[in-house]
């Protein structure tokens, strides 16, 4: 029998840490956002539905009740993951815009949260089953953009109706 060579390999120390780095950002994902639209909904009727809808998710999912920090127009609720820090991890929010409510569910810092997974698992059944016809998804999601502050992207950010 032949003999086998076996030689060592060297890794420079750089090489392995840029290709741990590597792995490790590409296994997190970084942002995630739903959007969902409900259609002739101006009205306090379906303004309760949804406020109704996001509080039971939100409690079934173990997201915190938020409004209180959104500072977005004409916001109906925001729920948010409270483990982390405060519009890095996921947010669970409504707000209306003329004839229509929008629905947000985002999750913006690292790997998803079990939080966002229940309440991404639920929220597009209930609402379907709550709006039916009238519920549509944005894809891509429409980005609200505000001028009042230095916060990261929110759902419900910029409010002015307090």
């Known amino acids: 029998m032949g003999r086998i060579l ?15 780095l590597a792995l490790v950002l590409t296994s997190c994902d970084t942002y995630h956002h739903e959007q969902y639209k409900i259609a002739r909904a101006a009205n306090l009727g379906d303004r309760t ?39 890095s991890g996921a947010q669970l929010g409504a707000r209306e815009a003329g004839a229509i409510i929008i629905v947000d569910l985002l999750h913006s810092l690292g790997s998803q949260t ?32 505000i001028n009042t502050s230095n916060q990261s992207l929110q759902p419900t950010a910029g409010r002015s109706d307090e």
């Open 49 to 87: 539905k949804v406020r109704d809808l996001l509080a039971s998710i939100a409690s079934s999912s173990g997201l915190r009740d938020c409004y209180r920090i959104s500072r977005a127009p004409h916001t109906l609720a925001l729920y948010c993951d409270m483990d982390v820090i405060p519009y």
């Open 6 to 20: 076996v030689r060592r390999m060297r890794v420079s120390p750089c090489y392995a840490c840029l290709t741990l």
């Open 114 to 145: 079990r939080a966002f997974n229940r309440a991404h698992k639920l929220l597009q059944p209930e609402l379907a089953a709550t709006f039916g016809e009238r519920l549509s998804v944005v894809d891509p999601p429409e980005e609200l953009h």
